[in-house]
């Protein structure tokens, strides 16, 4: 048998981070059995589906590195097959046409209520006479379409995450409305009708998805016996919480992958942190993997029942190791739209130089965004001191070191490695100092802050576009009131 998994995400929103490592857990199980993954957009909400959430999904899972083997499908050129089958539900008297309306069904919802009842359809056009049909229909009702669901029935599944799941028909709240009313008396099917038309079209092998699908799992289950097609296997992965537990959504900020893009993760990094929300490798120590090797050893063993909580911390890090081993020449093209967003204007110095920026930023990077705020000082004319650096600027030690360093610099022929660390030491030889505060004062002039990366380095690379003695020199003025 070969695997044949899917994603199928609706297009109502851009690629949720859920989705995407549902995709994630589809994508290492058909790459572990040499199977196919297939991507299904599933497009029949024809009011919240939107082209640019298609659009942004398909480029989500791109980025991320998840090809998939057939598809796009889109569920909106298949209905004549969903029709089909709905039509074939009908002839078979496993679904028929029920004409409850709305207020009806808003009435007895009431009274469910009053009893303390779990909402359900009491089933009560099942068994409509032809008269009883033609009556409705000539009092101008619209219909939905319901399929038969015996009340008895125990539906069973060993699901690959969870084992074995037991639903019992009664839950699953009376007769379920598998097409709206259509001119075409055959109706408009909906989302658990479509899926599993779709899924036995495409020969789907094992459907894996989220948590919050496991009663339309019990409900499709049924579905799929009565189209009579075979069953395939489940697995219901743990949903994504956030930090006090609860599902992860829209209120916790960034949820979609286009945001964790934009807030300047890698794609690789981002993956490899989806595939441990949930699974974890043989040897739980290790951490940092490709797709390919995680696809290798990836198995439903080793994914957890328990929800997984999103932990920033271990993404940052994650991202941060990622970002440590790019090489230079990857890391500054990357960096440069980041720049330029910021207007910057990156494109006003050379590669060499852009690259001695990086091998200097490079390795206090969490995320590519912070290259922005540590780069400032390098790019822009005029800089500003923050407090740490005032205060640094204020102290007397400061303001001689300062004039030391000015004095010195005049009688140096060129700022290098060397002629940059001599100048330091002449000044702590000149006024007893110790090398810190020589420093700090130095790099409070030169980039308005008390840490950052190598000072010498940093001057140096200054000191290509001359920006380090006027820096010096307002620092002073700065100081002096
Ligand atoms: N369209 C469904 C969703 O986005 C997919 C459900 C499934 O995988 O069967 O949640």
């Known amino acids: 048998m070969t695997v044949r998994v899917r994603i199928a995400p609706s ?15 589809n994508w290492l199980f058909a790459r572990h059995h040499g199977g196919k993954f297939i991507l299904r957009i599933e497009d029949t909400d024809e009011e919240r589906s939107r082209d640019e959430f298609t659009e942004n999904i398909l480029d989500g899972l791109r980025w ?42 808003d009435a007895l919802r009431e009274i469910q209520k009053a009893r303390n009842e779990a909402p359900r359809y009491d089933n009560r056009h099942r068994n409509l006479t032809p008269e009883q049909e033609s009556a409705f229909k000539a009092e101008g009702r619209s219909f939905v379409i319901r399929f038969r669901i015996d009340d008895d029935r125990e539906i069973v599944w060993n699901d690959l995450v969870r084992g074995q799941v037991v639903w019992k028909g009664s839950d699953l709240g009376g007769d379920m409305v598998i097409a709206r009313a259509a001119e075409d008396g055959v109706g408009q099917p909906l989302y658990n009708f479509a899926v599993v038309v779709d899924d036995m079209d495409m020969e789907i092998t094992h459907v894996i998805r989220g948590e919050d699908h496991i009663a339309n799992t019990a409900k499709q289950i049924l579905l799929y016996e009565a189209l009579g ?23 916790d900020g960034v949820t979609s992958i286009s945001d964790f893009k934009r807030m300047g993760f890698t ?34 063993e080793r994914v957890n029942k328990a929800g997984a909580k999103f932990d920033w911390a271990k993404l940052d890090w994650i991202n941060s190791q990622y970002i440590h081993t790019m090489s230079v020449e990857k890391l500054t093209n990357i960096l ?19 690259e001695k920026l990086v091998t200097l930023i490079g390795p206090s990077l ?26 640094q600027l204020k102290q007397e030690e400061s303001k001689k070191a300062l004039e030391a360093v000015i004095e010195a610099l005049h009688s140096t022929q060129e700022l290098n490695e060397n002629s940059s660390q001599d100048i330091i030491k002449h000044v702590m030889k000149a006024h007893n100092f110790k090398k810190p505060v020589v420093m700090k004062a130095v790099r409070a002039s030169l980039t308005g802050e008390t840490h950052g990366p190598d000072l010498i380095q940093s001057w140096l690379l200054l000191n290509q576009i001359s920006l380090d003695q006027p820096r010096l020199q307002s620092a002073l003025e700065f100081i002096k009131p």
């Open 11 to 25: 297009p109502t929103g851009n690629l949720h981070i859920g989705t995407a490592r549902t995709a994630v857990f």
């Open 64 to 105: 991320l590195g998840l090809n998939w083997d057939e598809g796009p499908f889109f569920q909106s050129k298949r209905l004549d097959m969903y029709k089909k089958a709905v039509q074939k539900l009908l002839d078979q008297g496993l679904a028929y046409r029920c004409y409850t309306s709305t207020s009806e069904l």
């Open 229 to 251: 097609a075979e069953v395939p296997e489940f697995a219901h992965t743990p949903l994504i919480l956030n930090q006090e537990g609860r599902k992860l959504s829209k209120r």
């Open 267 to 300: 794609a690789e990094a981002l993956v490899n942190y989806m595939t441990l929300l949930g699974w974890s490798p043989i040897d739980s120590t290790q951490e940092i993997f490709t797709l390919e090797e995680a696809a290798k050893q990836f198995s439903f």
């Open 336 to 354: 440069i739209p980041y720049w330029e967003e910021a207007g910057y204007q990156p494109n006003r110095r050379n590669k060499q130089w852009l």
């Open 366 to 391: 969490t995320r590519f965004t912070d290259a922005v705020e540590m780069s400032k000082p390098f790019f822009k004319e005029s800089i500003e001191y923050n407090d740490e650096a005032k205060a």
